[in-house]
């Protein structure tokens, strides 16, 4: 589909002219006749004045001026649309965006603080050891029961002298033999960071 600027510029270069040489017939500055041309409304103060400039540019091309200023105030009202909907963006869906980047940005803060508290704790603090089972501490009849603790996966656990691993989710286990009366389980962890913790437990056997 042809649009005003188009037609215009195609008849004047069909005749061989030059927008000097319509310039001199019509008194029509030629950069406000390549403005035309090129559909840069913006270029101008005014619609009329726009429309003015068709008219007489059209009559000196043998152009229909009715038609061409159909075509112009086609292309110019689907200019404005678009400038419209340009200005809509701007106004509702930027600050909305403003918002979004944000929030990314006050998640991101929030990941890196509790992973810098997360290092700093391991950095300056003992490894954390939690027993998980056995839950009572008062036994009859059991000669050996299964201690299952929790720890941080880089620890280095000792029990007894002996070194006792723990899988990827921190979790160990060991057997502790228990003999009549009072039964003292100590637990050594030596975290990645060189701090150790100790860890006694209690358990009697009745």
Do not use: C, H
Request: net charge positive; hydrophobic share 40%.
């Amino acid at each position: 589909m042809l649009s005003v600027g188009q037609v215009l510029k195609k008849a004047r270069e069909e005749k061989g002219l030059k927008l000097l040489d319509v310039e001199k017939e019509i008194k029509v500055r030629e950069k406000f006749l390549k403005a035309v041309e090129e559909e840069n409304w913006n270029f101008f103060s005014s619609k009329v004045y726009i429309g003015g400039i068709i008219k007489n540019y059209s009559r000196f091309l043998n152009l229909e001026e009715s038609k061409m200023l159909a075509f112009f105030r086609r292309d110019y009202e689907r200019a404005e649309e678009v400038k419209f909907k340009t200005k809509v963006a701007s106004k509702y869906l930027v600050p909305q965006t403003r918002k979004l980047i944000k929030f990314a940005f006050f998640i991101l803060f929030l990941i890196f603080f509790i992973y810098f508290g997360y290092q700093l704790t391991l950095s300056f603090f003992p490894p954390k050891v939690i027993i998980i089972s056995p839950t009572t501490q008062v036994f009859k009849n059991e000669q050996k029961i299964k201690i299952e603790g929790k720890t941080e996966k880089e620890a280095q656990i000792n029990i007894f002298g002996e070194r006792v691993y723990q899988n990827n989710d921190g979790i160990f286990q060991y057997e502790f033999p228990l003999k009549k009366g009072k039964n003292e389980l100590s637990i050594e962890v030596v975290g990645a960071n060189g701090k150790k913790a100790v860890i006694k437990k209690y358990y009697y056997l009745q």
